[in-house]
């Protein structure tokens, strides 16, 4: 009897291990299906810029492979296109890499938007994740944790909507240049690249601040036209940065008062 009385809790303990266990996987499943169903109209939406960004790729004098692999070096649209921009205009390096730069500062704002999320998460899990932050995956994770409070779940989240949006956006700049390579050049898409780089960015001008920051930036980059190497375009995103804050500290002193 003794001996009996001693394997229950060995067993109750292993049947709670096991029900632990099959919880924590029926979440993380439950977390995934949510990720990748929360992103993927978002994923369809980067369809148009990613196959115009692979289509691009064909047609500027960049290797091919040198093109593409910026969608995994990088991974953003919006300062890709306009890196194979200037490249295609003859701009000097410095003020191409300036100005992906300077659009990707965004980044910034997005990890601290994140920052208390991530705090509870392991490195790995941090660092990767970090690697998967666009636009859509912070938007689409920051709703979810609004209503999440399970750090593994939020990571599991993430995780499946930051990839499958990369997927989508993997797989569009391929089938762009495979297919860009047979296009006609009567077709003119050159203005494809600018059209679609308004595309991504007039979607965001949501707020005062970001409205000033857009057109200031356009005013100065025109007035600046004549300085060399296409460095009026720099000139102009920093112009632009400059204004947005100054609105941002405007706005935040007359809700102050």
Known sequence: MASTGGSEPSASSDDRGDQSASAQRRGAREAAVDGVRSITPMAVGI?????VYGVAVSQTPIDTWLGLSA???????????????FIRDGAAWFVGVGAA???NARMLLYSAAVAP???EFPPAWRYGLAYGMTDQAVAASLAYFDREADPFKRRIFMGSAATALLIVWFTGTIVGNIFGSRIPDSWQLGFAVPLTFLGIVVPTLTTR??????????????AAAPIPYGANLLVGALAGIAAGMWAQSQARSDGAS
């Open 117 to 119: 999320a991530f705090r």
């Open 101 to 103: 730069l300077i659009i």
């Open 209 to 222: 601040p970001m409205i000033v920051s857009a057109v200031v930036a356009a005013i100065v980059t025109v």
């Open 71 to 85: 969608s995994g070096f990088i991974a953003a649209g919006a300062s890709q296109i306009a890196l194979l921009e």
């Open 47 to 51: 369809i148009p810029f990613s196959l």
